[in-house]
Protein backbone atom coordinates (compact mmCIF):
# COMPACT_ATOMS: atom_id res chain seq x y z
CA UNK A 1 0.00 0.00 0.00
CA UNK A 2 1.19 3.14 -1.17
CA UNK A 3 0.09 6.55 0.36
CA UNK A 4 -0.68 8.28 -2.95
CA UNK A 5 -3.46 5.78 -3.84
CA UNK A 6 -5.53 6.59 -0.55
CA UNK A 7 -7.14 6.12 2.59
CA UNK A 8 -7.39 2.18 2.74
CA UNK A 9 -10.35 0.97 3.55
CA UNK A 10 -9.96 -2.66 3.15
CA UNK A 11 -9.70 -5.40 0.17
CA UNK A 12 -12.16 -7.31 -2.33
CA UNK A 13 -11.14 -8.66 -5.28
CA UNK A 14 -8.63 -5.69 -5.14
CA UNK A 15 -7.52 -3.25 -2.61
CA UNK A 16 -10.54 -0.09 -2.19
CA UNK A 17 -9.44 3.27 -1.36
CA UNK A 18 -10.85 6.63 -0.61
CA UNK A 19 -8.99 9.53 -2.55
CA UNK A 20 -8.35 12.20 -0.07
CA UNK A 21 -9.31 14.96 -2.75
CA UNK A 22 -12.55 13.43 -3.32
CA UNK A 23 -13.15 12.99 0.38
CA UNK A 24 -15.12 16.49 0.79
CA UNK A 25 -17.55 15.00 -1.85
CA UNK A 26 -19.42 13.04 1.44
CA UNK A 27 -20.30 9.90 2.39
CA UNK A 28 -22.46 7.23 4.12
CA UNK A 29 -21.81 4.34 6.27
CA UNK A 30 -24.65 2.74 6.51
CA UNK A 31 -25.57 -1.07 8.34
CA UNK A 32 -27.69 -2.62 11.09
CA UNK A 33 -26.82 -2.50 14.75
CA UNK A 34 -23.10 -5.39 14.71
CA UNK A 35 -22.20 -4.59 11.00
CA UNK A 36 -19.39 -2.91 11.94
CA UNK A 37 -20.04 0.10 11.22
CA UNK A 38 -17.99 1.99 14.08
CA UNK A 39 -14.72 -0.14 12.92
CA UNK A 40 -15.15 1.40 9.30
CA UNK A 41 -15.63 4.83 11.16
CA UNK A 42 -12.85 4.31 13.74
CA UNK A 43 -10.80 3.71 10.54
CA UNK A 44 -11.67 6.51 7.85
CA UNK A 45 -11.27 8.54 11.29
CA UNK A 46 -7.11 7.34 12.00
CA UNK A 47 -6.43 7.50 8.67
CA UNK A 48 -7.37 11.37 8.19
CA UNK A 49 -6.05 11.80 11.40
CA UNK A 50 -2.18 10.65 9.97
CA UNK A 51 -2.88 12.80 7.10
CA UNK A 52 -3.03 15.98 9.28
CA UNK A 53 -6.76 16.20 8.82
CA UNK A 54 -8.68 16.71 12.12
CA UNK A 55 -12.20 14.60 13.00
CA UNK A 56 -15.25 15.59 14.85
CA UNK A 57 -17.35 12.37 15.57
CA UNK A 58 -20.32 12.06 18.61
CA UNK A 59 -19.63 8.62 20.38
CA UNK A 60 -23.20 7.65 20.60
CA UNK A 61 -22.08 4.20 22.77
CA UNK A 62 -18.51 5.14 24.41
CA UNK A 63 -16.65 2.86 21.76
CA UNK A 64 -15.12 5.66 20.02
CA UNK A 65 -12.75 6.74 23.10
CA UNK A 66 -10.21 4.10 22.55
CA UNK A 67 -8.97 5.94 19.67
CA UNK A 68 -7.23 7.68 22.03
CA UNK A 69 -4.95 4.42 22.96
CA UNK A 70 -2.75 2.30 20.89
CA UNK A 71 -4.46 -1.19 19.70
CA UNK A 72 -3.04 -4.67 21.37
CA UNK A 73 -2.38 -7.78 19.39
CA UNK A 74 -5.10 -10.09 18.98
CA UNK A 75 -5.46 -13.43 16.50
CA UNK A 76 -8.71 -12.04 14.59
CA UNK A 77 -7.16 -8.62 14.35
CA UNK A 78 -3.66 -10.14 12.61
CA UNK A 79 -5.82 -12.79 10.85
CA UNK A 80 -7.99 -9.89 8.88
CA UNK A 81 -4.41 -7.98 8.35
CA UNK A 82 -2.98 -10.97 7.06
CA UNK A 83 -6.31 -11.85 4.77
CA UNK A 84 -6.20 -8.58 3.38
CA UNK A 85 -2.31 -8.40 2.34
CA UNK A 86 -1.45 -5.34 5.23
CA UNK A 87 1.80 -5.54 5.62
CA UNK A 88 2.53 -2.40 7.74
CA UNK A 89 -0.21 -3.30 10.41
CA UNK A 90 0.73 -1.66 13.81
CA UNK A 91 -0.45 -0.07 16.61
CA UNK A 92 -0.58 3.06 17.72
CA UNK A 93 -2.73 5.71 19.66
CA UNK A 94 -4.27 9.37 18.11
CA UNK A 95 -4.63 12.79 19.15
CA UNK A 96 -7.78 12.98 20.81
CA UNK A 97 -9.97 16.00 22.41
CA UNK A 98 -12.99 14.63 24.65
CA UNK A 99 -15.99 16.94 24.50
CA UNK A 100 -19.28 16.79 26.55
CA UNK A 101 -21.85 19.21 26.91
CA UNK A 102 -22.45 18.47 30.80
CA UNK A 103 -18.71 18.45 31.25
CA UNK A 104 -18.48 14.84 33.01
CA UNK A 105 -16.31 13.28 30.29
CA UNK A 106 -14.62 16.12 28.23
CA UNK A 107 -14.36 19.85 27.81
CA UNK A 108 -17.25 21.65 28.39
CA UNK A 109 -18.90 22.38 24.70
CA UNK A 110 -21.49 25.57 24.35
CA UNK A 111 -22.98 27.70 22.16
CA UNK A 112 -25.05 31.38 22.57
CA UNK A 113 -29.10 31.84 22.42
CA UNK A 114 -27.90 33.80 19.66
CA UNK A 115 -25.95 31.70 17.74
CA UNK A 116 -28.10 29.01 17.74
CA UNK A 117 -30.88 31.10 16.26
CA UNK A 118 -34.92 30.82 16.45
CA UNK A 119 -34.85 28.17 13.76
CA UNK A 120 -33.07 25.94 15.41
CA UNK A 121 -34.08 27.27 18.64
CA UNK A 122 -37.51 26.50 17.49
CA UNK A 123 -37.29 23.08 16.40
CA UNK A 124 -35.28 22.50 19.75
CA UNK A 125 -38.48 23.51 21.76
CA UNK A 126 -40.57 21.78 19.46
CA UNK A 127 -42.85 25.33 18.95
CA UNK A 128 -45.68 25.40 15.94
CA UNK A 129 -45.68 28.19 13.65
CA UNK A 130 -47.37 30.98 15.54
CA UNK A 131 -45.02 30.16 18.72
CA UNK A 132 -41.69 30.62 16.36
CA UNK A 133 -43.16 33.86 14.99
CA UNK A 134 -43.18 34.95 18.30
CA UNK A 135 -39.41 33.61 19.03
CA UNK A 136 -38.38 35.39 15.89
CA UNK A 137 -39.99 38.92 17.25
CA UNK A 138 -37.99 38.42 20.23
CA UNK A 139 -34.80 37.92 18.31
CA UNK A 140 -35.58 40.38 16.35
CA UNK A 141 -36.21 43.23 19.15
CA UNK A 142 -33.04 42.11 21.08
CA UNK A 143 -31.11 42.88 17.96
CA UNK A 144 -33.20 46.34 17.79
CA UNK A 145 -31.61 47.05 21.21
CA UNK A 146 -28.59 45.89 21.08
CA UNK A 147 -29.01 43.01 23.44
CA UNK A 148 -27.34 39.88 23.59
CA UNK A 149 -28.66 36.87 23.90
CA UNK A 150 -26.35 34.25 25.50
CA UNK A 151 -28.44 31.94 27.74
CA UNK A 152 -31.53 31.03 28.71
CA UNK A 153 -32.03 33.67 30.97
CA UNK A 154 -31.56 36.63 28.88
CA UNK A 155 -34.66 34.95 26.37
CA UNK A 156 -36.79 34.42 29.48
CA UNK A 157 -36.11 38.19 30.82
CA UNK A 158 -37.19 39.58 27.23
CA UNK A 159 -40.27 36.87 26.54
CA UNK A 160 -41.46 38.37 29.94
CA UNK A 161 -41.06 42.21 28.65
CA UNK A 162 -42.85 40.88 25.26
CA UNK A 163 -45.68 39.36 27.69
CA UNK A 164 -46.51 42.25 29.53
CA UNK A 165 -45.95 45.07 27.06
CA UNK A 166 -47.23 43.07 23.77
CA UNK A 167 -50.02 46.05 22.63
CA UNK A 168 -47.29 48.69 23.04
CA UNK A 169 -44.78 46.29 20.41
CA UNK A 170 -47.58 44.73 18.70
CA UNK A 171 -47.43 47.22 15.88
CA UNK A 172 -43.63 47.15 15.07
CA UNK A 173 -42.73 43.12 15.95
CA UNK A 174 -46.57 41.80 15.36
CA UNK A 175 -49.26 40.31 17.93
CA UNK A 176 -46.97 38.29 20.85
CA UNK A 177 -49.90 35.93 22.14
CA UNK A 178 -49.24 35.49 26.28
CA UNK A 179 -50.11 31.85 25.24
CA UNK A 180 -47.70 31.97 22.86
CA UNK A 181 -45.60 33.47 25.21
CA UNK A 182 -46.39 30.94 27.86
CA UNK A 183 -46.06 28.15 25.94
CA UNK A 184 -42.51 29.09 25.13
CA UNK A 185 -41.62 29.79 28.28
CA UNK A 186 -42.72 26.45 29.26
CA UNK A 187 -40.98 24.50 26.97
CA UNK A 188 -37.75 26.41 27.94
CA UNK A 189 -38.27 24.94 31.34
CA UNK A 190 -38.22 21.67 29.70
CA UNK A 191 -35.57 22.22 27.96
CA UNK A 192 -33.54 23.54 30.65
CA UNK A 193 -34.16 20.23 33.04
CA UNK A 194 -33.02 18.28 29.96
CA UNK A 195 -29.55 19.87 30.36
CA UNK A 196 -30.42 22.50 27.89
CA UNK A 197 -29.28 25.47 29.92
CA UNK A 198 -25.28 24.13 30.62
CA UNK A 199 -25.13 24.30 26.62
CA UNK A 200 -25.77 27.59 25.96
CA UNK A 201 -24.01 29.95 27.29
CA UNK A 202 -20.48 31.36 27.30
CA UNK A 203 -17.79 30.73 26.64
CA UNK A 204 -18.92 29.58 23.55
CA UNK A 205 -17.42 27.33 21.12
CA UNK A 206 -14.54 28.69 18.69
CA UNK A 207 -14.70 25.91 16.00
CA UNK A 208 -11.23 26.14 14.39
CA UNK A 209 -10.37 24.53 17.85
CA UNK A 210 -11.99 21.69 16.04
CA UNK A 211 -9.49 21.84 13.52
CA UNK A 212 -5.95 21.82 15.15
CA UNK A 213 -3.26 19.17 14.90
CA UNK A 214 -1.90 17.28 17.68
CA UNK A 215 1.34 15.11 18.08
CA UNK A 216 3.56 14.50 14.93
CA UNK A 217 1.68 16.74 12.89
CA UNK A 218 -1.57 14.41 13.25
CA UNK A 219 -4.87 15.50 12.86
CA UNK A 220 -7.04 16.09 16.39
CA UNK A 221 -9.57 13.58 16.57
CA UNK A 222 -12.84 15.79 18.25
CA UNK A 223 -14.71 13.41 20.02
CA UNK A 224 -17.78 14.53 21.92
CA UNK A 225 -19.76 12.11 24.32
CA UNK A 226 -22.79 11.61 23.35
CA UNK A 227 -24.01 9.03 25.36
CA UNK A 228 -26.04 10.86 28.42
CA UNK A 229 -26.87 13.68 25.53
CA UNK A 230 -28.75 10.67 23.09
CA UNK A 231 -31.64 10.75 26.09
CA UNK A 232 -32.42 13.83 24.49
CA UNK A 233 -32.54 13.19 20.82
CA UNK A 234 -33.41 16.64 19.66
CA UNK A 235 -30.71 18.20 21.83
CA UNK A 236 -27.91 15.98 20.01
CA UNK A 237 -29.67 16.17 16.69
CA UNK A 238 -29.76 20.19 16.98
CA UNK A 239 -26.06 20.69 18.31
CA UNK A 240 -25.10 18.80 15.66
CA UNK A 241 -26.93 20.83 12.97
CA UNK A 242 -25.58 23.60 14.04
CA UNK A 243 -22.06 22.84 14.44
CA UNK A 244 -22.16 22.19 10.31
CA UNK A 245 -24.31 25.25 9.83
CA UNK A 246 -21.55 27.10 12.09
CA UNK A 247 -18.62 25.78 10.23
CA UNK A 248 -20.98 26.05 6.73
CA UNK A 249 -20.65 30.38 8.25
CA UNK A 250 -17.64 30.66 9.33
CA UNK A 251 -15.07 29.18 6.85
CA UNK A 252 -13.82 30.82 3.52
CA UNK A 253 -14.42 29.25 0.20
CA UNK A 254 -11.58 26.87 -0.79
CA UNK A 255 -12.94 25.11 -4.09
CA UNK A 256 -11.30 21.54 -4.01
CA UNK A 257 -8.58 21.18 -1.88
CA UNK A 258 -5.83 18.08 -2.03
CA UNK A 259 -7.27 16.94 1.24
CA UNK A 260 -10.03 18.17 3.82
CA UNK A 261 -10.04 20.52 5.88
CA UNK A 262 -12.60 18.98 8.66
CA UNK A 263 -14.23 15.39 8.42
CA UNK A 264 -17.90 15.66 10.42
CA UNK A 265 -19.19 12.35 10.81
CA UNK A 266 -22.79 12.46 12.34
CA UNK A 267 -23.68 9.48 13.90
CA UNK A 268 -27.61 8.60 14.54
CA UNK A 269 -27.91 10.30 11.40
CA UNK A 270 -31.73 9.72 11.17
CA UNK A 271 -32.37 11.89 14.20
CA UNK A 272 -31.44 14.29 12.34
CA UNK A 273 -34.60 14.55 9.97
CA UNK A 274 -36.99 12.76 12.54
CA UNK A 275 -40.11 15.23 12.70
CA UNK A 276 -37.88 18.30 11.10
CA UNK A 277 -40.15 20.81 9.48
CA UNK A 278 -39.42 20.92 5.12
CA UNK A 279 -37.99 24.64 5.87
CA UNK A 280 -35.41 22.79 8.39
CA UNK A 281 -34.40 20.34 6.08
CA UNK A 282 -34.00 22.69 2.91
CA UNK A 283 -32.12 24.19 5.10
CA UNK A 284 -29.76 20.69 5.80
CA UNK A 285 -29.54 20.07 2.07
CA UNK A 286 -28.37 23.63 0.99
CA UNK A 287 -25.00 23.20 4.10
CA UNK A 288 -24.64 19.54 2.45
CA UNK A 289 -24.60 20.89 -0.73
CA UNK A 290 -22.08 23.81 -0.50
CA UNK A 291 -20.14 23.10 2.25
CA UNK A 292 -17.66 20.57 0.47
CA UNK A 293 -16.02 23.46 -1.41
CA UNK A 294 -14.84 24.78 1.79
CA UNK A 295 -13.11 21.64 2.46
CA UNK A 296 -15.68 19.70 5.05
CA UNK A 297 -16.34 16.40 4.50
CA UNK A 298 -19.68 15.17 6.46
CA UNK A 299 -20.39 11.48 6.29
CA UNK A 300 -23.52 10.17 7.70
CA UNK A 301 -23.80 7.30 9.90
CA UNK A 302 -26.72 5.33 10.22
CA UNK A 303 -28.77 1.88 10.09
CA UNK A 304 -30.84 2.04 7.21
CA UNK A 305 -30.43 4.58 4.09
CA UNK A 306 -33.65 5.26 4.02
CA UNK A 307 -33.26 7.07 6.72
CA UNK A 308 -32.00 10.22 4.66
CA UNK A 309 -33.81 12.34 2.29
CA UNK A 310 -33.19 11.70 -0.88
CA UNK A 311 -31.83 14.64 -2.12
CA UNK A 312 -28.97 14.70 0.31
CA UNK A 313 -28.37 10.78 -0.09
CA UNK A 314 -27.53 11.37 -3.69
CA UNK A 315 -24.81 13.68 -2.38
CA UNK A 316 -22.97 11.55 -0.58
CA UNK A 317 -20.70 10.58 -3.19
CA UNK A 318 -18.36 7.80 -0.82
CA UNK A 319 -20.11 4.79 0.89
CA UNK A 320 -19.61 2.06 2.90
CA UNK A 321 -22.52 -0.59 3.31
CA UNK A 322 -22.62 -3.06 5.96
CA UNK A 323 -25.50 -5.70 6.05
CA UNK A 324 -29.10 -5.06 6.26
CA UNK A 325 -31.25 -7.40 7.40
CA UNK A 326 -34.51 -8.10 5.39
CA UNK A 327 -37.34 -9.27 7.54
CA UNK A 328 -39.99 -6.41 6.76
CA UNK A 329 -41.35 -4.81 3.60
CA UNK A 330 -38.92 -1.46 4.94
CA UNK A 331 -36.53 -3.42 5.16
CA UNK A 332 -36.95 -5.12 1.84
CA UNK A 333 -37.38 -1.68 0.44
CA UNK A 334 -34.11 -0.44 1.93
CA UNK A 335 -32.13 -3.17 0.32
CA UNK A 336 -33.07 -2.60 -2.80
CA UNK A 337 -32.75 1.39 -2.28
CA UNK A 338 -28.98 0.41 -0.94
CA UNK A 339 -28.39 -1.85 -3.86
CA UNK A 340 -29.80 0.28 -6.44
CA UNK A 341 -27.35 3.60 -5.39
CA UNK A 342 -24.19 1.33 -6.80
CA UNK A 343 -22.41 1.08 -9.72
CA UNK A 344 -22.91 -2.61 -10.70
CA UNK A 345 -20.34 -4.99 -10.22
CA UNK A 346 -20.75 -7.94 -12.51
CA UNK A 347 -19.19 -10.78 -9.92
CA UNK A 348 -21.98 -11.08 -8.12
CA UNK A 349 -25.67 -9.29 -7.47
CA UNK A 350 -25.71 -6.15 -4.81
CA UNK A 351 -28.41 -6.63 -3.22
CA UNK A 352 -28.06 -10.40 -2.18
CA UNK A 353 -24.41 -9.54 -0.66
CA UNK A 354 -25.96 -6.93 1.39
CA UNK A 355 -28.08 -9.12 3.23
CA UNK A 356 -25.07 -12.14 3.33
CA UNK A 357 -22.49 -9.59 4.71
CA UNK A 358 -20.64 -10.87 7.30
CA UNK A 359 -19.10 -8.46 10.27
CA UNK A 360 -16.33 -6.28 9.27
CA UNK A 361 -17.34 -6.56 5.90
CA UNK A 362 -19.04 -4.20 3.66
CA UNK A 363 -19.69 -3.15 0.10
CA UNK A 364 -18.08 -0.11 -0.89
CA UNK A 365 -18.15 2.38 -3.18
CA UNK A 366 -15.58 5.15 -3.80
CA UNK A 367 -15.32 8.31 -6.25
CA UNK A 368 -12.60 7.37 -8.79
CA UNK A 369 -10.24 9.85 -10.38
CA UNK A 370 -12.27 11.88 -12.16
CA UNK A 371 -15.26 11.62 -9.48
CA UNK A 372 -17.40 8.95 -11.00
CA UNK A 373 -18.58 6.51 -8.69
CA UNK A 374 -16.51 3.54 -8.65
CA UNK A 375 -17.64 -0.52 -8.97
CA UNK A 376 -19.03 -1.34 -5.43
CA UNK A 377 -16.67 -4.00 -4.16
CA UNK A 378 -17.43 -6.74 -1.60
CA UNK A 379 -14.91 -5.81 0.67
CA UNK A 380 -12.90 -6.92 4.21
CA UNK A 381 -12.61 -4.10 6.46
CA UNK A 382 -8.89 -3.30 7.52
CA UNK A 383 -8.59 -3.80 11.43
CA UNK A 384 -7.81 -0.54 13.34
CA UNK A 385 -4.52 0.51 14.69
CA UNK A 386 -5.83 2.25 17.98
CA UNK A 387 -7.93 -0.30 20.63
CA UNK A 388 -11.18 -1.35 19.59
CA UNK A 389 -13.64 -0.66 22.57
CA UNK A 390 -13.47 2.25 25.53
CA UNK A 391 -11.03 4.16 26.97
CA UNK A 392 -10.82 3.82 30.18
CA UNK A 393 -12.00 6.35 32.94
CA UNK A 394 -8.76 7.26 34.04
CA UNK A 395 -7.19 6.68 30.65
CA UNK A 396 -9.62 9.56 29.06
CA UNK A 397 -9.08 11.92 32.30
CA UNK A 398 -5.12 11.48 31.48
CA UNK A 399 -6.53 12.87 28.04
CA UNK A 400 -8.33 15.42 29.32
CA UNK A 401 -5.78 16.55 31.89
CA UNK A 402 -3.12 17.20 28.91
CA UNK A 403 -5.29 19.28 27.02
CA UNK A 404 -4.39 22.88 26.60
CA UNK A 405 -8.35 23.77 25.99
CA UNK A 406 -9.57 23.13 29.63
CA UNK A 407 -8.31 26.60 30.47
CA UNK A 408 -10.56 28.13 28.09
CA UNK A 409 -13.75 25.74 27.71
CA UNK A 410 -13.72 24.43 31.24
CA UNK A 411 -15.28 27.36 33.88
CA UNK A 412 -18.45 29.12 33.02
CA UNK A 413 -18.83 32.52 32.03
CA UNK A 414 -21.66 35.18 32.40
CA UNK A 415 -21.02 38.04 30.39
CA UNK A 416 -22.82 41.43 30.65
CA UNK A 417 -26.24 40.65 28.26
CA UNK A 418 -29.87 41.09 27.83
CA UNK A 419 -30.49 39.94 31.47
CA UNK A 420 -27.83 42.08 33.26
CA UNK A 421 -28.65 44.78 30.93
CA UNK A 422 -32.41 45.21 31.81
CA UNK A 423 -31.60 44.12 35.38
CA UNK A 424 -29.80 47.37 35.73
CA UNK A 425 -32.10 49.36 34.08
CA UNK A 426 -35.11 47.80 36.42
CA UNK A 427 -32.78 48.66 39.35
CA UNK A 428 -32.68 52.44 38.20
CA UNK A 429 -36.45 52.40 37.48
CA UNK A 430 -37.14 51.37 41.26
CA UNK A 431 -35.09 54.11 42.21
CA UNK A 432 -36.45 56.89 40.34
CA UNK A 433 -40.08 55.20 40.81
CA UNK A 434 -38.85 55.70 45.10
CA UNK A 435 -37.74 59.56 44.73
CA UNK A 436 -41.16 60.06 42.99
CA UNK A 437 -42.91 58.92 45.65
CA UNK A 438 -40.86 60.37 48.62
CA UNK A 439 -41.57 63.58 46.07
CA UNK A 440 -45.32 62.59 45.55
CA UNK A 441 -45.46 62.52 49.87
CA UNK A 442 -44.34 66.25 49.69
CA UNK A 443 -45.81 67.62 46.60
CA UNK A 444 -49.41 66.48 47.02
CA UNK A 445 -51.31 67.62 43.98
CA UNK A 446 -48.32 68.92 42.39
CA UNK A 447 -46.95 65.17 42.12
CA UNK A 448 -50.38 64.03 40.01
CA UNK A 449 -49.40 66.05 37.77
CA UNK A 450 -45.87 65.43 37.55
CA UNK A 451 -46.31 62.00 36.88
CA UNK A 452 -49.89 62.39 34.60
CA UNK A 453 -46.80 64.25 32.48
CA UNK A 454 -44.41 61.64 33.44
CA UNK A 455 -46.08 58.45 32.52
CA UNK A 456 -47.45 60.20 28.99
CA UNK A 457 -43.75 60.41 27.86
CA UNK A 458 -42.95 56.78 29.07
CA UNK A 459 -41.50 54.73 25.86
CA UNK A 460 -40.96 51.10 25.46
CA UNK A 461 -38.02 50.59 26.72
CA UNK A 462 -39.49 52.42 30.32
CA UNK A 463 -41.86 49.95 30.09
CA UNK A 464 -39.50 47.11 29.59
CA UNK A 465 -37.38 48.16 32.40
CA UNK A 466 -39.95 48.42 34.80
CA UNK A 467 -41.37 44.65 33.44
CA UNK A 468 -38.47 43.27 34.23
CA UNK A 469 -38.30 44.97 37.39
CA UNK A 470 -41.76 43.72 38.68
CA UNK A 471 -40.30 39.87 36.70
CA UNK A 472 -37.44 40.14 39.44
CA UNK A 473 -40.15 40.02 42.30
CA UNK A 474 -42.16 37.58 40.81
CA UNK A 475 -41.66 34.01 41.16
CA UNK A 476 -39.78 33.20 37.48
CA UNK A 477 -37.71 36.45 38.69
CA UNK A 478 -36.42 34.59 41.50
CA UNK A 479 -35.61 31.66 39.60
CA UNK A 480 -33.65 34.05 36.95
CA UNK A 481 -31.84 35.03 39.98
CA UNK A 482 -30.97 31.48 41.16
CA UNK A 483 -29.94 31.11 37.82
CA UNK A 484 -26.88 34.02 38.30
CA UNK A 485 -26.25 33.60 41.89
CA UNK A 486 -25.54 29.27 40.68
CA UNK A 487 -23.42 30.75 37.62
CA UNK A 488 -21.54 32.69 40.25
CA UNK A 489 -21.29 29.78 42.75
CA UNK A 490 -20.00 27.36 39.71
CA UNK A 491 -17.28 29.61 38.68
Known amino acids: MTEDQGIF ?62 GKEHPKLMERATTIGLEDYRFESFP ?15 ATVSEMGPLLLARLLGLNDTQEGVLYAVFKMADDQGMLLLDLKDLRALLVFAGENAKELRLEYGNMSSASIGAIQRRLLVLEEEGAEQFLGEPALDLFDFMRNGANGYGNINILAA ?36 VFFFDEAH ?76 AFKAADAIKELGVGEALVSTLGGKGTPGIVERTLVRPPASRLGPATRAERDAVIAQSLLGKRYDKTVDSRSAYEMLKERAEKAAAVEQQEAASESRAGAQKKTTRSRGSNRQGV ?30 G
Request: aromatic residues 8%; charged residues 25%.
Open 9 to 70: IGKGEQPVYLLPRLANRHGLIAGATGTGKTVSLQILAEDFSRRGVPVFMADVKGDLSGISQA
Open 96 to 110: VVFWDLFGDQGHRVR
Open 227 to 262: DKLMQTPKLYATFLLWLLSELFEELPEIGDPEQPRL
Open 271 to 346: LLFDDAPDALVDKIEQVVRLIRSKGVGVYFVTQNPLDIPDAILGQLGNRIQHALRAFTPRDQKAVRAAADTFRANP
Open 461 to 490: MEAMVKSVARSVGSSLGRRIARGILGSFLK
